[in-house]
């Protein structure tokens, strides 16, 4: 990882809970507020490698603990992914209770994630003896020690963010219901806009050749961005997804994406310089979206690929789809009468069949017609 964080990080903070008081466990998980930026790590049993750590942190963020995708090497990259939500919810400070269990490797993943975050860590040691891998990996580290409940609780808490991320509001979707967004027909289509190898600054999105997506309500917009939340926790998947409902794009479109192509996170650019869909262009992103862009540019710096694409590989299009149905988010179904597939299941191609077999009829009408006219 290269360092994000131009600021100085606060100093480690080491709370000695020598006697293993309850009041200190049960005050760190109640500060847990992910809406204010709070997170408390509490360390499961079976944590015993830093992966598995990673894991434990992006449940604790309310991701789902492993990530699915292609990744070179075939190492998950969950520490990167951790560290881009983090900076991009923002979350301010983090708690990490069992801190004497933790080996120095771990230990070592912490303090990084506090370099690239600038993240207030608060490590909670609940032993009458600090251990030696916790005392030298916090010998070069600023830090201080306390060891009262009200002086720990403070950094329990500190000071509450102004974000808060989007929630149901009354009136909104049901949690468990399908939520049919038509701006998800083009998902799959089988366009084919090829990216921009140089640089390129296109116009904004002008819609001659499509009609914009249909706008969603405050009350959808949040339980969507609720949902994708919950539903992966690779950046780029989740930014992807993001961006075909407030874009209405292919998944080839949304693959021409660069890393350069968010500008902090309000704009996002696509590219078709063959004109094949809409052409190179800027799409402006809604406010509930862009926690997903800056989560994937992020991502993009710390996990860089080869081919620098920001929000999803080719290869990638199968786990996209599957993203959406565990949020369940779908296209408009077809009628029961033309489902080719059981009931429950999402059919993601219908519209494309559908127009494909309406463009075949017109070729052969048109086809016996001329043969009609050369009899005649």
Request: glycine fraction near 6%; include cysteine; aromatic fraction near 6%.
């Amino acid at each position: 990882m290269s360092t994000l964080s131009s600021k100085e990080p606060p100093p480690v903070v080491l709370v000695l809970d020598p006697y293993d008081d309850a009041v200190h466990t049960h005050g760190a998980l109640a500060a847990h507020d992910l809406p204010a930026g709070r997170v408390t790590l509490h360390p499961g049993p079976g944590t015993i490698s830093d992966t598995a750590l990673a894991h434990d942190l992006l449940a604790a963020l309310g991701k789902p603990p492993q990530m699915t995708g292609r990744f070179r090497s075939g190492r998950q990259p969950v520490w990167e992914a951790a560290t881009a939500w983090i900076r991009a919810l923002p979350v301010t400070r983090l708690t990490v209770l069992r801190a004497h269990r933790l080996t120095d490797r771990r230990l070592q993943r912490l303090l990084r994630l506090r370099d690239h975050t600038g993240v207030h860590l608060t490590l909670v040691c609940h032993r009458p003896r600090i251990p030696v891998a916790l005392h030298q990996a916090l010998l070069p580290v600023s830090h201080t020690r306390i060891s009262t409940f009200e002086s720990a609780r403070g950094h329990y808490y500190g000071t509450p963010t102004t974000w808060c991320p989007p929630l149901s509001p009354v009136g909104g979707v049901a949690p468990g219901r399908w939520i049919t967004l038509p701006a998800l027909d083009r998902l799959v289509s089988y366009d084919s806009p090829s990216p921009c190898h140089g640089p390129c600054t296109p116009p904004p999105i002008d819609w001659r050749h499509r009609p914009p997506p249909k706008l969603i309500t405050p009350a959808t917009a949040a339980e969507v961005a609720r949902r994708i939340h919950a539903a992966t926790a690779h950046p780029r998947l989740a930014a992807a997804l993001a961006s075909a409902i407030f874009t209405g794009a292919s998944f080839q479109q949304l693959a021409t994406a660069r890393t350069e192509d968010s500008d902090g996170a309000a704009v996002l650019a696509l590219h078709d310089p063959t004109r094949y869909t809409d052409g190179c262009a800027a799409y402006p992103v809604p406010e509930w979206a862009r926690v997903f862009l800056r989560a994937a540019v992020h991502f993009a710096q710390l996990a860089p690929t080869e081919d620098q694409r920001l929000l999803a590989s080719l290869d990638d299009r199968a786990l996209l789809l599957r993203s959406a149905e565990a949020a369940k988010l779908r296209p408009p179904q077809p009628p029961a009468g033309r489902r080719t597939s059981p009931r429950g299941h999402v059919e993601w191609t219908w519209r494309e069949r559908e127009e494909a077999e309406r463009h075949s009829g017109l070729l052969t009408g048109a086809s016996l017609r001329r043969s009609v006219s050369r009899r005649s």
